[in-house]
C-alpha cells in the first residue's frame, strides 16, 4: 500500500521560508513523477510544482517561479519543495502528489495522494 507522508508544514510571516517534505512507501517508484498541488479556501486545487523522476524535466506554475524549488532524493523516495519569498496568497493546504510518468503529472492524472500540510502566511 502506497503512503505518502508530507511534513514541514507551518505558520510563517511574508517573506519568510519553509521546506515541506514527502515521504513515499510501498512501492518501488522508479520512472514516478513526483510533486506538490495545492488547495486554498474556497478554491480548487491546483498543480505547484513537479519534477520528473530523473530530475532533467521540472514543472512550475505561473504563480510561484523563481520563488519555489522543488527537488526529489530517490535513494530516500522524498521529494522537497523549497518555499522562499512567501506571500499571503501561498496559504493553503499543500498536497504531495506521485504518479507514473511525467507527461501524466503535467497533466493532472495523479495516480496517489498525501493528505495534505497546511502552510499559513501572515501579512
Known amino acids: 500500500q502506497v503512503q505518502l507522508v508530507e511534513s514541514g508544514g507551518g505558520l510563517v510571516q511574508a517573506g519568510g521560508s519553509l521546506r515541506l517534505s514527502c515521504a513515499a512507501s510501498?512501492?518501488?517508484?522508479?520512472?514516478?513523477?513526483m510533486g506538490w498541488f495545492r488547495q486554498a479556501p474556497g478554491k480548487e486545487r491546483e498543480s505547484v510544482a513537479g519534477i520528473s523522476w530523473s530530475g532533467g524535466d521540472t514543472y512550475y506554475a505561473d504563480s510561484v517561479k523563481g520563488r519555489f524549488t522543488v527537488s526529489r532524493d530517490n535513494a530516500k523516495s522524498t521529494v522537497y519543495l523549497q518555499m522562499n519569498s512567501l506571500k499571503p496568497e501561498d496559504t493553503a493546504v499543500y498536497y504531495c502528489?506521485?504518479?507514473?510518468?511525467?507527461?501524466?503529472?503535467?497533466?493532472?492524472?495523479?495516480?496517489?495522494w498525501g493528505k495534505g500540510t497546511l502552510v499559513t502566511v501572515s501579512s
Open positions: 502528489a506521485v504518479t507514473l510518468y511525467y507527461r501524466r503529472y503535467v497533466r493532472g492524472d495523479i495516480d496517489y
Open positions: 510501498g512501492r518501488t517508484f522508479s520512472s514516478y513523477a
